[in-house]
DNA sequence: CGAACGATTGAGTAAAGTCAATACCTGTGG
DNA sequence: CCACAGGTATTGACTTTACTCAATCGTTCG
């Protein structure tokens, strides 16, 4: 079976079978979410801890006036709320960009894994600091980057986060989000979302090609974005020589 | 002797008189480090753990063209680098913004302490996740507010997190950034934080007196800024109450 | 076919940036 | 005590980026 969180986790962290096996173990009963629906609102105090196992999601924040701002873009393998019932309440919500599969985890499973199994507490702590460096790069980004390399470092990291998890074939990747979706992400208007959007594909880096996106050349969007992707620790730490620049895995792109 | 970690853990988390023991330990020798100086580089691999004691420090990232984003502004009882060795390397830098009292923690110490003392460990959760919650929040603040708002809304958060921890008296906390420094938390050039700063001083929301910072009415600075204060997570998570509105302590302000 | 939603385009406005000059403030050497 | 240097803050004038309003176009689906 697909674990994409398995996946993520044992391309960062050396994991024993046995941690394999209680990783599979956790995808259990697949929960189907409709497209554009609150996983979990703000407020809430959700009892159990949700990960995405199919599907598109993403966190987001409402202001007073309506807007919102997503603040983090969830792929298959994404905690929800991994731990988050120490803080009590949620201070956003989460809802899906499309249809979701999604996996409820008993709170006291996940205590249970972390107190009996280190390489996977290690594991999860990897996660959750990669998660981290992701939205200090998302301030980087809004704060420093006008709006078409914003969206073009914004198409790189989610190539090679959906690459490191089997989701990226030829090139090309699902990308189920509106326009609106897209501007709500980079902080930007609906209309200005559109003109960057005609901008990189006339510039001939990214091809939208209805819910897809093909970036033939990644070194060279990675370029034209100012992209780094030191953030996102994809090489193993052992590792010190790689890093540097993207990172082309010859095996298959496609997971199963 | 003041101790700002426990401070801020012990407001949130309840710890036995054994845990607050072990979290005085920690504080042992105390590094003096001057202004503007780093802490830890990009692309460091820290063997120790860095907790600010004294003064303020900012995580930031430059770009390729030199600009720099603050992502972080850390105040005594922040650490610098929790866990950050399962990363391997940082992926941004910390660099003081005034002159700092900093304590170097073996990671074994930590290790020690997450592996027997389980309140302890979710306290160093409780503060992880917090964090995270300010970078949504930043992230938020940067995407859909204007300067002036997201000026006055960093203000109402640095106001709660130093009232937090006993360093607001009389409605003045200091406040050791330039403009310039403003300016890169915000994302926003110097000349325009310098008039959106004078905006906030005309309309008699904030005064600036050389290095501290005076807030007379801090609801009339929220509803200015339309703040919410859910994301700092300041109130007991047993108490739903509160939490909703500025929690007004009754107690003395200054600490010790 | 037409409604509903999403994408696109044009035109005018507002927010924020850049460049450049000037003012202020603090510490040092004379 | 004062002049000066260096950093910081302020202001004006102009440019660029992005926003708003408004209309049009395209696609999907009942």
Redesign the pocket.
Known sequence: MYNPLLRKLSRAIDLTAEDEKLLNEVIGVQRGVEA?QDIIQEGDRPEEVHLIVQGFACRYKLLPNG?RQIVAILIPGDFCDLHVAILGEMDHGIATLSRCKVVHIPRKTIDELTRNHPRITHALWWATLVDEGILREWITNLGR????R?IASLMCELYLRLKSIGLVSDHTFELP???????DAV????????????EL?ERGLVA?Q?RRVRITDIDELVAFAGFNQNYLHLTRRNNPENGQRIVHDQGREQGT
């Open positions: 554009r807007e980057k006008p709006a078409e914003h989000m509106t326009q609106q979706e897209v501007a902080g930007i208007s609906i209309v200005h979302a559109n003109r960057m959007l005609a594909r939208f209805g």
